[in-house]
Protein backbone atom coordinates (compact mmCIF):
# COMPACT_ATOMS: atom_id res chain seq x y z
CA UNK A 1 0.00 0.00 0.00
CA UNK A 2 1.21 3.22 -1.15
CA UNK A 3 1.98 5.42 2.21
CA UNK A 4 -0.39 8.91 3.09
CA UNK A 5 0.84 12.31 3.98
CA UNK A 6 -0.21 14.83 6.46
CA UNK A 7 2.32 17.50 5.08
CA UNK A 8 2.77 20.95 7.06
CA UNK A 9 3.67 23.75 3.50
CA UNK A 10 7.23 24.97 4.11
CA UNK A 11 8.82 27.77 2.25
CA UNK A 12 11.97 25.29 1.58
CA UNK A 13 9.46 24.32 -1.17
CA UNK A 14 9.79 27.77 -3.27
CA UNK A 15 13.72 25.81 -3.66
CA UNK A 16 12.10 23.75 -6.31
CA UNK A 17 11.46 23.21 -9.80
CA UNK A 18 8.26 23.00 -9.46
CA UNK A 19 8.04 26.56 -8.74
CA UNK A 20 9.72 27.56 -11.51
CA UNK A 21 6.59 26.53 -13.21
CA UNK A 22 4.57 27.68 -11.20
CA UNK A 23 5.50 31.12 -11.32
CA UNK A 24 6.21 31.08 -15.16
CA UNK A 25 2.36 30.51 -15.32
CA UNK A 26 1.83 33.24 -13.02
CA UNK A 27 3.72 35.54 -15.08
CA UNK A 28 1.88 34.04 -18.39
CA UNK A 29 -1.41 35.25 -16.46
CA UNK A 30 -0.29 38.10 -14.43
CA UNK A 31 -2.17 36.86 -11.64
CA UNK A 32 -2.26 37.56 -8.34
CA UNK A 33 -2.88 34.33 -5.91
CA UNK A 34 -3.65 33.82 -2.14
CA UNK A 35 -0.59 34.30 0.75
CA UNK A 36 0.38 30.66 1.20
CA UNK A 37 -1.30 29.32 -2.22
CA UNK A 38 2.73 29.30 -4.19
CA UNK A 39 3.17 26.48 -1.89
CA UNK A 40 -0.20 24.72 -2.06
CA UNK A 41 0.65 24.64 -6.01
CA UNK A 42 4.20 23.72 -5.41
CA UNK A 43 3.61 20.74 -3.50
CA UNK A 44 0.77 19.07 -5.69
CA UNK A 45 2.32 19.87 -8.47
CA UNK A 46 5.75 17.79 -7.20
CA UNK A 47 3.16 15.18 -5.69
CA UNK A 48 1.57 14.55 -9.31
CA UNK A 49 4.98 14.48 -10.69
CA UNK A 50 5.77 11.69 -8.67
CA UNK A 51 2.53 9.64 -10.18
CA UNK A 52 4.38 9.30 -13.35
CA UNK A 53 0.66 9.63 -14.75
CA UNK A 54 -0.04 9.40 -18.86
CA UNK A 55 -1.10 12.08 -21.16
CA UNK A 56 -5.04 12.29 -21.12
CA UNK A 57 -5.50 10.67 -18.30
CA UNK A 58 -7.92 12.88 -16.47
CA UNK A 59 -7.86 15.10 -13.27
CA UNK A 60 -10.42 16.47 -11.15
CA UNK A 61 -9.70 20.09 -9.43
CA UNK A 62 -12.34 20.00 -6.95
CA UNK A 63 -13.47 23.66 -6.20
CA UNK A 64 -11.37 24.44 -8.97
CA UNK A 65 -13.02 27.95 -9.30
CA UNK A 66 -10.54 29.74 -11.98
CA UNK A 67 -7.64 28.45 -10.14
CA UNK A 68 -3.96 28.08 -12.16
CA UNK A 69 -3.66 24.42 -10.84
CA UNK A 70 -5.99 23.07 -13.66
CA UNK A 71 -3.84 24.98 -16.28
CA UNK A 72 -1.05 23.92 -15.29
CA UNK A 73 -2.22 20.33 -15.22
CA UNK A 74 -3.88 20.70 -18.44
CA UNK A 75 -0.40 22.16 -19.96
CA UNK A 76 1.34 19.32 -19.14
CA UNK A 77 -1.04 16.82 -21.41
CA UNK A 78 -3.94 15.91 -18.93
CA UNK A 79 -7.49 16.15 -19.41
CA UNK A 80 -9.49 18.19 -16.35
CA UNK A 81 -12.96 17.99 -15.07
CA UNK A 82 -12.73 21.32 -13.31
CA UNK A 83 -15.85 21.07 -10.63
CA UNK A 84 -16.83 24.19 -8.73
CA UNK A 85 -20.37 24.94 -7.73
CA UNK A 86 -19.86 28.73 -8.98
CA UNK A 87 -20.92 29.09 -12.47
CA UNK A 88 -18.28 30.60 -14.24
CA UNK A 89 -16.98 31.91 -17.44
CA UNK A 90 -13.26 31.63 -18.69
CA UNK A 91 -11.31 35.34 -20.12
CA UNK A 92 -10.16 35.20 -22.91
CA UNK A 93 -6.95 34.71 -21.43
CA UNK A 94 -7.56 31.48 -20.48
CA UNK A 95 -9.58 30.25 -23.60
CA UNK A 96 -7.02 31.63 -26.35
CA UNK A 97 -4.78 29.19 -24.54
CA UNK A 98 -6.71 26.09 -23.35
CA UNK A 99 -9.95 24.65 -25.23
CA UNK A 100 -12.04 25.06 -22.22
CA UNK A 101 -15.95 23.38 -22.49
CA UNK A 102 -18.89 23.94 -19.99
CA UNK A 103 -21.41 22.13 -18.52
CA UNK A 104 -23.72 22.61 -15.45
CA UNK A 105 -25.14 20.04 -13.02
CA UNK A 106 -26.46 22.50 -11.02
CA UNK A 107 -26.42 26.07 -9.02
CA UNK A 108 -25.23 26.10 -5.57
CA UNK A 109 -25.34 29.31 -3.22
CA UNK A 110 -23.65 29.68 0.72
CA UNK A 111 -21.60 31.65 2.64
CA UNK A 112 -18.25 31.63 0.64
CA UNK A 113 -19.89 32.07 -2.70
CA UNK A 114 -21.46 35.23 -1.46
CA UNK A 115 -17.63 35.94 0.19
CA UNK A 116 -15.60 35.03 -3.46
CA UNK A 117 -18.07 37.55 -5.79
CA UNK A 118 -17.58 40.61 -3.27
CA UNK A 119 -13.68 39.89 -2.89
CA UNK A 120 -13.59 39.55 -6.96
CA UNK A 121 -16.32 42.98 -7.39
CA UNK A 122 -13.51 44.87 -5.64
CA UNK A 123 -10.90 43.40 -7.93
CA UNK A 124 -12.63 44.15 -10.70
CA UNK A 125 -13.53 47.45 -9.78
CA UNK A 126 -9.95 48.28 -9.64
CA UNK A 127 -9.71 46.69 -13.51
CA UNK A 128 -7.09 43.79 -12.67
CA UNK A 129 -8.51 41.51 -15.02
CA UNK A 130 -8.94 44.01 -18.07
CA UNK A 131 -7.90 41.63 -21.11
CA UNK A 132 -5.72 44.01 -22.46
CA UNK A 133 -3.76 44.92 -19.93
CA UNK A 134 -2.89 41.31 -19.04
CA UNK A 135 -1.42 40.61 -22.99
CA UNK A 136 2.13 39.89 -22.47
CA UNK A 137 5.03 38.08 -24.37
CA UNK A 138 4.17 35.08 -22.55
CA UNK A 139 0.74 34.23 -22.53
CA UNK A 140 1.06 34.88 -26.69
CA UNK A 141 3.85 32.67 -26.81
CA UNK A 142 1.80 29.92 -24.84
CA UNK A 143 -1.43 31.16 -27.66
CA UNK A 144 1.12 29.81 -30.22
CA UNK A 145 2.55 26.90 -28.65
CA UNK A 146 -0.62 25.38 -27.65
CA UNK A 147 -1.05 25.23 -31.35
CA UNK A 148 1.61 22.52 -32.25
CA UNK A 149 1.81 21.17 -28.42
CA UNK A 150 -0.76 18.84 -27.26
CA UNK A 151 -2.49 20.68 -24.23
CA UNK A 152 -5.26 18.81 -22.27
CA UNK A 153 -9.15 19.83 -22.00
CA UNK A 154 -10.36 21.80 -19.42
CA UNK A 155 -13.87 21.07 -18.87
CA UNK A 156 -15.87 23.19 -16.11
CA UNK A 157 -18.65 21.66 -13.90
CA UNK A 158 -20.61 23.39 -12.11
CA UNK A 159 -21.61 20.86 -9.32
CA UNK A 160 -21.28 20.51 -5.51
CA UNK A 161 -18.44 17.89 -5.23
CA UNK A 162 -20.17 16.02 -1.97
CA UNK A 163 -21.99 14.51 -5.37
CA UNK A 164 -20.03 13.67 -7.93
CA UNK A 165 -22.87 11.39 -9.20
CA UNK A 166 -22.35 12.09 -13.17
CA UNK A 167 -18.85 10.59 -12.66
CA UNK A 168 -18.10 6.74 -13.05
CA UNK A 169 -16.36 4.31 -10.11
CA UNK A 170 -12.44 3.71 -10.21
CA UNK A 171 -12.32 5.99 -13.71
CA UNK A 172 -10.16 9.20 -12.04
CA UNK A 173 -6.40 9.39 -12.19
CA UNK A 174 -5.67 11.66 -9.29
CA UNK A 175 -7.62 14.42 -7.48
CA UNK A 176 -6.17 17.46 -6.73
CA UNK A 177 -8.22 20.73 -4.66
CA UNK A 178 -6.15 23.54 -3.42
CA UNK A 179 -7.62 25.45 -0.48
CA UNK A 180 -10.86 24.80 -0.99
CA UNK A 181 -12.61 22.22 1.20
CA UNK A 182 -12.11 24.59 4.50
CA UNK A 183 -15.14 26.53 2.71
CA UNK A 184 -17.55 23.45 3.05
CA UNK A 185 -20.94 24.34 4.91
CA UNK A 186 -20.10 21.64 7.76
CA UNK A 187 -17.14 18.69 8.62
CA UNK A 188 -20.12 16.39 8.29
CA UNK A 189 -20.99 17.65 4.23
CA UNK A 190 -17.42 17.45 3.69
CA UNK A 191 -16.53 13.97 4.80
CA UNK A 192 -19.39 13.06 1.99
CA UNK A 193 -17.41 14.58 -0.36
CA UNK A 194 -14.15 12.58 0.35
CA UNK A 195 -16.27 9.50 0.38
CA UNK A 196 -16.93 10.54 -3.14
CA UNK A 197 -13.71 11.26 -3.83
CA UNK A 198 -12.27 7.61 -2.91
CA UNK A 199 -15.52 6.05 -4.90
CA UNK A 200 -14.38 7.87 -8.47
CA UNK A 201 -10.91 7.27 -7.84
CA UNK A 202 -9.39 4.67 -9.58
CA UNK A 203 -7.19 1.77 -7.58
CA UNK A 204 -4.12 3.06 -5.44
CA UNK A 205 -5.17 7.03 -7.07
CA UNK A 206 -4.29 9.28 -4.68
CA UNK A 207 -6.29 12.93 -3.77
CA UNK A 208 -3.84 15.74 -3.07
CA UNK A 209 -5.46 17.98 -0.58
CA UNK A 210 -4.13 21.20 0.46
CA UNK A 211 -6.29 23.23 3.09
CA UNK A 212 -5.48 24.98 6.42
CA UNK A 213 -4.41 23.46 9.42
CA UNK A 214 -4.32 24.36 13.09
CA UNK A 215 -2.21 23.11 15.84
CA UNK A 216 -5.12 23.77 18.46
CA UNK A 217 -8.47 22.47 18.06
CA UNK A 218 -10.24 22.92 14.66
CA UNK A 219 -11.55 26.57 14.24
CA UNK A 220 -13.53 28.71 11.87
CA UNK A 221 -11.12 31.87 10.14
CA UNK A 222 -14.26 34.02 9.31
CA UNK A 223 -12.58 36.66 7.65
CA UNK A 224 -11.89 34.03 4.85
CA UNK A 225 -14.91 31.86 5.68
CA UNK A 226 -13.19 28.59 6.28
CA UNK A 227 -12.01 26.00 8.90
CA UNK A 228 -8.70 25.58 10.07
CA UNK A 229 -8.25 21.71 11.03
CA UNK A 230 -6.66 20.39 13.77
CA UNK A 231 -4.04 17.13 12.72
CA UNK A 232 -6.84 14.86 14.68
CA UNK A 233 -10.17 16.14 12.82
CA UNK A 234 -7.82 16.11 9.20
CA UNK A 235 -7.10 12.00 10.47
CA UNK A 236 -10.73 11.52 11.38
CA UNK A 237 -12.15 13.71 7.83
CA UNK A 238 -10.01 11.72 5.15
CA UNK A 239 -10.12 8.05 7.49
CA UNK A 240 -6.44 8.24 6.90
CA UNK A 241 -4.23 5.47 8.49
CA UNK A 242 -0.34 4.06 7.75
CA UNK A 243 0.79 7.67 7.23
CA UNK A 244 3.28 10.20 7.88
CA UNK A 245 3.08 13.68 9.47
CA UNK A 246 5.09 16.72 10.36
CA UNK A 247 2.59 18.12 12.44
CA UNK A 248 5.29 18.59 15.35
CA UNK A 249 7.22 20.67 13.17
CA UNK A 250 4.43 22.97 13.14
CA UNK A 251 5.46 26.07 15.33
CA UNK A 252 9.08 25.86 13.14
CA UNK A 253 6.95 26.04 9.87
CA UNK A 254 4.55 29.09 11.37
CA UNK A 255 8.48 30.64 11.86
CA UNK A 256 9.82 29.70 8.82
CA UNK A 257 6.19 31.15 6.99
CA UNK A 258 6.16 34.45 9.24
CA UNK A 259 9.88 35.27 8.05
CA UNK A 260 9.01 34.32 4.79
CA UNK A 261 10.08 37.65 2.77
CA UNK A 262 8.90 35.88 -0.73
CA UNK A 263 5.46 35.26 0.44
CA UNK A 264 5.18 38.43 2.51
CA UNK A 265 6.45 40.52 -0.84
CA UNK A 266 3.83 38.52 -2.50
CA UNK A 267 0.52 39.09 -0.23
CA UNK A 268 -1.72 40.09 -3.16
CA UNK A 269 -3.28 43.73 -3.33
CA UNK A 270 -6.72 42.90 -3.24
CA UNK A 271 -6.29 42.08 0.28
CA UNK A 272 -5.72 45.49 1.30
CA UNK A 273 -8.09 47.90 3.09
CA UNK A 274 -9.92 44.27 3.02
CA UNK A 275 -11.01 42.63 6.50
CA UNK A 276 -12.33 39.98 4.73
CA UNK A 277 -9.49 37.56 3.54
CA UNK A 278 -6.81 35.32 4.78
CA UNK A 279 -4.28 37.82 5.71
CA UNK A 280 -6.84 40.98 7.14
CA UNK A 281 -5.92 44.17 5.65
CA UNK A 282 -2.88 42.98 4.02
CA UNK A 283 -1.18 42.94 7.72
CA UNK A 284 1.30 39.92 7.56
CA UNK A 285 0.15 37.81 10.56
CA UNK A 286 -0.18 34.50 9.76
CA UNK A 287 -3.20 32.54 11.88
CA UNK A 288 -2.73 29.06 10.19
CA UNK A 289 -0.71 27.13 8.06
CA UNK A 290 -0.77 25.70 4.51
CA UNK A 291 -1.32 21.93 4.52
CA UNK A 292 -1.09 19.17 2.21
CA UNK A 293 -3.08 15.78 2.45
CA UNK A 294 -2.10 12.93 0.34
CA UNK A 295 -4.26 9.98 0.42
CA UNK A 296 -4.11 7.05 -2.03
CA UNK A 297 -7.11 5.12 -2.51
CA UNK A 298 -6.69 1.57 -0.96
Not at 11 to 30: N, R
Not at 67 to 84: E, K, T, V
Not at 155 to 179: E, G, M, Y
Not at 180 to 192: C, M, R, T, Y
Request: proline share 3%; glycine share 4%.
Amino acid sequence: MKQNKIELLDPSLLDSKEFKIVDYWIKVFKLEIGWHYHLDLVWQLKEIKKLNLAKNDTIIDAGAGLGLMQFILASLGYNILSIDFTDRKASKIYSSIFNIKYEKKGLYENEYVTHMNNLFSITKNKKRFNFLERLNFKNIFEFIRTRIKSYGEIKFITSDFSNLSFIQDNSISAIVSTSAIEHNDSIEKLSFSIKEFERVLKKNAPMLITTSASDKATWWHKPSKGYCFSELDLIKTFNISNFESNFDKYPNVLLNIQDSNYLKAKMPSFYLNNPNCGMPNGIWDPKYLPVGIRKFKD
